[in-house]
Structure formats: C-alpha cells, structure tokens
C-alpha cells in the first residue's frame, strides 16, 4: 500500500483487517531497509571486488519476510508511500507480482486536514516534540504559520511533495497497471462497491466488510513518532466529517491549489 497522506490509508488497512486472511499494519520499514541494504553492497569496494549478485538478491529479498514472520496470514500488505516509485523491488527481490493499493484524495482537502489536526494538537508541556511539520519550520528559521505549513508540505521535503513525487515516477515508468487508485471520498461515500473494485485487483475472493465498528487494532505511536496524538485514529464510524478546504486553508493555498489542480491531481487523467 502506497498512496498518499490523509487519504484513508489506516481507515483501508482496518476494513481489510476484518478479512481473517489479511493482514495490514501501520507504515513500515521494509523498503528502507531493502533499499538501505542495496546500497551497502552496491557502493561497498569488498562487495565490488568480488561480487554475488544471487546471494545478494536473496539477502534482500528475504527482508520483509523475515519482518513479517509473526504473522500468520497469507496475505500481508506492506505500507509504504515510495512504494510505487519501487516496482522492480517487489518484482526483482520479492519476486511477487506487484499490486499496490494507493489511496488518493484531493490534495487541498489533505492540506486542510493536516491542518485540523495540527490546530487539535497544540504542544503541550512535556511532550517529546512538536508536530512534525512545525518541527521542520523551526529547523529552517521559518515562522510557524498555516501559509508555511502548506507551503513545506507540498514543496520538497514535504510529506505530499514525496508522495506525489513516488506516485508520478512509477506512473512515468509505465507501471500504472500495477496500481489501484482508492479515492477516499468514494471510499466514505461508496465502501462496498470500492471493496469490490479492490478484491477484483487482488485477485482475492470477496469478503462481506462491515463499515461501522471500525478501529485501528495496530495502532503506532503517534505524539512520540509525530507529534500528533491522532494522526492514525480511525472513527467508528465510516463517514467524512472534516470541513470543507475553503474554512480551513488560508486564501493564497486555495488560490495555489485551483491555479495547479491539473498538475497537483495528475492521477485524474492517467
């Protein structure tokens, strides 16, 4: 599963969850360390002097194997936002088919919501940090305002810059068959029919979900890892209830955003 932020990734994950051949956690190491192990043998001059390719590629491969196995399910999906950009590690090291999940929504409702959440959180005493995007404001000298919040999240190094930019280089790979688009507001307004869309692309027999009783039974961290207390809290409930962009973002995000939906929203017309 890939994707992008505030997109109903956690929300898919504990609907999933219900289907007792499923298993879908939190975001994920594994493709780091895939990654991080690559380039350890690849830039390594002992490894270079004397190469093997095979038992390289086995070593990797059996990474998210070995991270998975307490869990006793045939079915295990992965999370991770660069997944997309990284078909050719699950095809090449995994040696699986890729079929990657990718949650989407439209990106001036993820800027608004990761704005509710941060004004719901205000820093508290005692807390180990700060959000995560106020913490990379203070870092670079930027006065901590929404305009720069925005403005860092869809700009490199922002958590929806990356996402998109994963997304777009496996769409400019010609790996779009690989993919399935989950658009969170059909998500909410359609659930069944979007389960249905999903199992199709899985290959997997359907499984009847029920969508209120929700939770996230594998829940992370979140005030230590970002933050924010309930970045990952799914309602009981499947319904939207975040308002609308045009209350929350400030006037020059919303003007950027309907200036550069075409480009921002480029999954739209692939």
Not at 13 to 39: D, T, W
Not at 136 to 147: G, H, R, S
Not at 206 to 217: A, P, R, T, V, W
Request: net charge negative; with cysteine; proline share 6%.
């Amino acid at each position: 599963m890939a994707g992008l932020p505030r997109s109903g990734s956690t929300l898919l994950s504990s609907i999933l969850n219900q289907n007792p051949r499923f298993y879908s956690g939190p975001s994920s190491p594994v493709l780091g360390a895939m990654y991080a192990m690559e380039e350890n043998f690849t830039t390594n001059e002992l490894y270079t002097g004397y190469p093997k390719p095979d038992q390289v590629k086995e070593i990797i491969g059996s990474i998210p194997h070995h991270f998975y196995s307490d869990i006793e399910k045939p079915v295990v999906f992965d999370k991770n936002r660069a997944w997309t950009a990284r078909v050719p590690y699950i095809e090449g090291y995994i040696e699986q088919q890729a079929k990657i999940l990718v949650p989407v929504r439209r990106v001036d409702e993820i800027l608004a919501s990761v704005l509710t959440m941060i004004h719901r959180n205000p820093f508290q005493e005692g807390q180990d940090r700060i959000n995560f995007v106020d913490e990379y404001l203070v870092k670079t000298n930027t006065p901590i305002n929404d305009y720069n919040r925005c403005t860092h999240l869809i700009n490199p190094d922002g958590i929806v810059y990356e996402s998109l930019n994963a997304f777009k280089l496996g769409l400019d790979s010609n790996m779009r068959d690989k993919m399935h688009f989950v658009d969170y507001n059909d998500m909410v307004s359609n659930p069944e029919q979007v389960m249905e869309n999903i199992y199709d692309f899985l290959g997997e027999e359907y499984y009847e979900h029920k969508f209120d009783g929700l939770s996230n039974i594998h829940r992370e961290n979140d005030i230590n890892t970002y933050g924010l207390n309930d970045m990952h809290e799914v309602h009981s409930k499947l319904e939207k209830i975040s308002s609308l962009p045009e209350s929350i973002l400030p006037e020059e995000i919303l003007n950027l955003y309907n200036e550069n939906k075409e480009s921002l929203e480029f999954w739209s017309s692939k």
